[in-house]
């Protein structure tokens, strides 16, 4: 059964997540957006927790920049919330997947961040 949390507190517990990195991580993130959908998409997964998509830092050249999108890091609440067994839980779930997805911007690879708890 899913935990039960509006979407208004669901987005609150992805903005504390992204305000518990540390700040050295923050000053080198640029033209990311994050954003909360219920569902992945369609022909995706549904159990997937969150996406990144854009370019990691490690793959981008030296024209990178010049009219490139933002990156984009997708956080879905339904799957969170079917996930996890309790509201504490859920919370700390927000949190390592917010991290793990910001770990891809950096360029980390899921078994690195399986590694560091985060995924």
Do not use: K
């Not at 923050?26 to 969150?50: F, H, K």
């Amino acid at each position: 059964m899913p935990i039960p949390m509006t979407r208004a507190e669901f987005e609150e517990a992805v903005g504390d997540a992204f305000d518990s990195i540390p700040q050295e991580l923050l000053d080198r993130l640029e033209n990311v957006a994050i954003t909360v959908e219920d569902e992945p998409p369609a022909d995706g997964p549904q159990n997937l927790l969150g996406l990144y998509v854009g370019v990691p830092l490690t793959q981008r050249g030296e024209g990178y920049g010049l009219g490139n999108l933002p990156d984009h890091i997708y956080i879905f609440r339904g799957p969170l919330t079917r996930y996890c067994g309790s509201r504490p839980q859920l919370l700390e779930q927000i949190r390592v997947t917010v991290l793990h997805e910001i770990g891809h911007y950096f360029g980390i690879d899921d078994a690195r961040l399986h590694e560091l708890g985060w995924g």
